[in-house]
């Protein structure tokens, strides 16, 4: 057999084997359908109570990292905030944004950019599932009674352009 032709049935074999791990690739993302950038391994991380890495465009100097929890619903991922906090103003100020998941013990990560989409009403239904998947359940409802009386909690809702 050619070498040109061993060369393309590897090739063949080998995209194959990649569509296989992922349900689709990132950079083939149709817009809307956010859901087939990630593979099963991916998904059932985003579906654990792992902290998460936002990053924030800071107004000067390096981006600002922080930890955050979220809750991803299959297409946005959801976070909660408080208004007198740094990410809050500088989201604010530049919407885009990224956010890491990682689990070292199965070498799997999950890495979002997009915008983000603050939202100021409806606070305690949206923060719900976050508290659901990291609060123990005795300390859940005081922990949303926290929220709906804060004033200056908000919702922030990263719409994903891509998903690596």
């Known amino acids: 057999m050619p ?24 950079f083939y993302n149709q817009k809307g359908d956010v859901s087939r950038m990630i593979s ?19 107004v000067q100097g390096a981006p600002q990292l922080t930890a955050v929890w979220f809750f991803w619903d299959g297409k946005d991922f959801y976070l909660s905030t408080s208004k007198d906090r ?9 919407p885009a944004i990224s956010l890491l998941v990682e689990d070292a013990a199965t070498f799997t990560s999950v890495t979002a950019y997009g915008r983000a989409e603050i939202i100021e009403h409806d606070i305690a239904a949206l923060t719900r599932p976050i508290i659901e998947k990291y609060v123990p359940e ?6 949303l009674t926290d929220i709906m009386n804060d004033p200056k909690r908000v919702i922030v809702i990263l719409h994903p352009e891509k998903i690596i």
């Open 3 to 26: 070498i040109g032709t061993c060369v393309l049935l590897w090739l063949l074999t080998f995209l194959q084997a990649v569509r296989n791990e992922y349900t689709a690739l990132p």
């Open 86 to 94: 740094a990410k809050y103003s500088n989201m604010k100020r530049n």
């Open 138 to 143: 005795s300390m859940r409802e005081q922990s």
């Open 40 to 58: 099963e391994k991916q998904a059932t991380l985003l579906a654990q109570p792992k902290t998460a890495i936002l990053g924030v465009n800071r």
